[in-house]
């Protein structure tokens, strides 16, 4: 189970005044993780998914990189994952 990558029509306004609660989860059963673990000891699923991890990264320091580099992470059509580094004042 995942996001869905389509639109939800979810009243949000109307949950609120109906008092209503919605939960949900994308996180694994304890037999998947468990499975997940064992799987992530083998070398050549690490060599999968290293292939997902981006040869570069980008320093974000302000609110203005923090967009472009978000912007950057939506246009990405790629598999790979989107690095950043925060550096904060």
């Not at 109906?18 to 499975?35: D, M, Q």
């Not at 320091?61 to 978000?70: G, N, V």
């Amino acid at each position: 189970m995942g996001v869905s990558e389509e639109y939800i029509p979810i009243n949000t306004r109307d949950v609120l005044e109906k008092g209503l609660a919605i939960y949900g989860s994308s996180r694994s059963t304890e037999v998947e993780f468990k499975t997940l673990m064992k799987a992530f000891q083998k070398k050549e699923f690490q060599h999968t998914l290293g292939k997902l991890i981006p040869e570069e990264h980008n320093t974000v320091e302000s609110a203005k990189d923090l967009e472009r580099e978000m912007e950057r992470s939506i246009n990405n059509k790629e598999w790979k994952k989107t690095l950043l580094y925060l550096k904060w004042n």
